[in-house]
């Protein structure tokens, strides 16, 4: 098939989460698989900036081209590189009023034209398909950036040679974010007025771009199964669970993979020392060498616990923060790198400086230091109150590092927590609720668990044999490709 993408990010050239590193890695897999695939996605100053460290070239396709829908006028310039590690060409749309900026999202920066900024880019990527002749099967739609593709195919599109034959799949990877507008920007879409209704893109006399995609989406996807059956229950819909009810059968939770290339302890480039599940030393030597690096004693039987992760409501760290103090005084040690919220990182600096002798924290992102991280600690903590896949516990769990999870969304699809009689299936620790006592229970179990070696070898071995690559999640996006044409 030949297969379009079409994000507003892709890992490792410019992303803010998971949306990023799944469209930087299936549509490699689905190369494998033998598929013809083109990415699409915006060339901001990050992803320039990106190419620019690493020395890669991108050569523009064509001469700037003026961009025309409705009333709307914006010029595209399309460049062309690889996918990273492959032959996947992908199209960067450059527009520097638009995509130029010092944040790829932040209002923060005085820009209140978000959706104005990824109708453009989808408009972009219809006419760039007409101009290099890319006749799609599938156009693979992600998130609220992109989820109006859909509803232009539906709006005339398949009229012309291009899109005859184009079905169209939308993923979401995070309800929460839905594109919302008032309703004067429906103007921006350049939809017919047919479309402005409850049936179409109109929610609540607001525009709703990611309702759009649901209804007009030939296949709706998730990222992971658990997350798909909360959706549809007024607690995790987000306002949407009516609307995906509605079209339950064409709704499919696929959990998410990781690239094994890039996450492999075995050839971890940023690691002291390479292990896997037959020669753990490595791991030992990953945990000493973070320990140094954290300004830490290292301690062999000492529990290490670290988080990587976005600091936001959204993280359950208002679950943790009540407990910290209490688990580094009990003896754990703690590393934490992230940041967000003003109110978490402020917290978490308060703890590290009063527990300099057994916590450190990083704020910001360092994507060496998060492999390092994953390698060298003991238990990965996720206390989410909400999480659509999550792809920490996996990186946790194939690095021999257990995690402790609220057990919802994709954590509870991947994390199978100890109960004290399911050593041979068990993979980390879990609770249920959104109490911080039962983040502190679970936490504390994992840690008396590490002082057993043949427990914590049993449950690192069985979360380390399992097969997290992308290679299963494209098989089961191939069949959603194949139901869409039906």
Known sequence: MKILFASAEVSPIAKTGGLGDVCGALPKALAKLGH??????PF?????????KNGISVHQLMPTVPIRWANWAAEATFLRANLPGSDVPLVLVANDALFDRDQIYSHGDGYYDYLFRYVFFSRAVIRACELLDIRPDIVHAHDWHTALLPVYLHSGLRGGDTFRNARSVYTIHNLNYQGIAGSEAF????LHSDFWNPYGVEHFRDLNP????ILFADQVTTVSPNYANETRTPAFGAGLDGVLNAIWWKYTGILNGIDTDEWS???DEFLSANYDLGKLHGKTISKRMLA????????SRTPLLGIVSRLVDQKGFQLLLPVLGRLLHAGAQAVILGSGESQYENAFLRIADEYKDSCKVWIGFDNALAHRIYAGIDLMLMPSIYEPCGLNQMYALHYGTLPVVRLTGGLADTVIPFDGTNKERATGFGFASKDPDDLWAATWIGMLN????????AL????MSIDFSWDRSARAYEDIYRRAHQ
Do not use: C, H, I, S
Not at 187 to 190: D, I, K, L, P, Y
Not at 210 to 213: D, Q, T
């Open 36 to 41: 013809d695939v083109v990415v699409f996605m």
């Open 44 to 52: 901001y100053r990050q992803a320039r900036q990106w190419f620019d």
């Open 187 to 190: 103007a921006f879409t350049g």
């Open 210 to 213: 990611m309702k759009g995609g």
């Open 265 to 267: 302890p075995a050839t």
């Open 292 to 299: 140094k690096e954290a300004g830490l004693e290292y301690k």
């Open 450 to 457: 590490y002082k057993d070696p043949r427990v914590w070898k």
């Open 460 to 463: 690192q071995t069985n979360g």
